[in-house]
């Protein structure tokens, strides 16, 4: 290139720049057109509907499993031993079943005894009544002899001798009969206690066979083969009177004005993954004032596999209702007071709320908010009152509702 054409390039470029500071540039150095100005978007936030479903309220308590009512089967004997066991433990019994028979062989002894002495007091008593016999043929003769010796008396053939000893033997035959009149009752009053005698004998005896008071299932049996009882050792037998048993449980003072009788209530008993009804039987009128609480009995629903002693939980149903609810995680509490932060054409509004029933994840609104209003499903989302949102609801984004 000769220097002349290397002289023009560089002056043309110098121009370019020169015009460029200029503000004007040849067609291949123009400005394309302006970009469009960015429109911002309201964050988007999840949302809720208020929707009617059936609440239910329920209080955990937790206890040990008892019989309702328990009934001791034993003996108020001593010294016998035991020679037959006819229950055990686990045992379904009717009432008046023979649960263990004792050794009666002292009280059959006894027994024979009772007889033999009732035999002789008949006997005296026979005796007795002939003799009374005898004296009141002697006292119809002795009156009889003084009525004649009076009236030989009074015609002057008798002597006032004859008469004195007429009289004298009427006396002694009335005596003699008196006397055998209370032998009688003594004999009379023996055979009675001989009787009494013989009743407890047969009592005794009756007493070996140690029979179950109640229908029910045997929780215990103290009683062995062979041993001996007496009546200071407790019972032989307790049972669980109608196979009837009860959580009994305690609650705080705070929860039992929420409690009432025949409230139902779920049983899981420890160990099991199957549930047993049941329903509040009795709540104490009294709270012990050192724990500051009260207990509540729950009876079980017949049929079930509790045994005595074991743990178990229950959960009480202390309401139910049909009312418009929210998830729990949409509430606000500022102190003891509830918010929801309601969205209505994508403005958010805090609003008070009263509150009711709860039920797991979902809590009842009494006021503030109605069925089918949107509200914000978790609180504590960064937004105020007034912000504009972009509702993103459950049935937009495919999440399965609850």
Known sequence: MSRNAVIAVSLGVLLAGAAAVAGFAPASFAASEAEPAVVQTPPSIRVTRAERRELVETLSVTG??????????????????VTALNADEGDMVKKGDVLAVLDRSTLDTQLAQMQASRAQAEANIAQMNAQIGDAEVGVSQAKDAL????????KGVATQAQLDNARHAFDSANAKLVSAQKALAASQAQLGVIDAQQKNVLLQIEKTEVRAPADGLVLARDATLGGI?????????????????????TVAETVLPKLSKDMRAEISLAGSDKTIGGKIRRISPEIDSKSRLGSIRITLDAGSEARAGSFARGEVETRRSDAVAVPASAVIFRGQNAFLQQVTDGK???VPVTLGVRD????????????????VSRA????????????????ETGAIQP
């Open 348 to 350: 958010i509004a805090t």
């Open 229 to 249: 009882v007496s009546a200071g050792s407790g019972p032989l037998f307790r049972i669980a009177i109608g196979s009837e048993f009860e959580l009994a449980a």
């Open 64 to 81: 040990t499993i008892l019989p309702r009512e328990e009934a001791a089967a034993g003996t108020d004997l001593n010294g016998l031993t």
């Open 380 to 395: 504590g989302t960064f937004v105020a009152d007034g912000d504009m949102v972009t509702p993103v609801r459950a049935d």
């Open 147 to 154: 009525e004649r010796a009076k009236a030989l008396q009074g």
């Open 360 to 375: 797991g994840g979902f809590v009842e609104v009494v006021s503030g908010v109605e069925e089918g209003q949107e509200v």
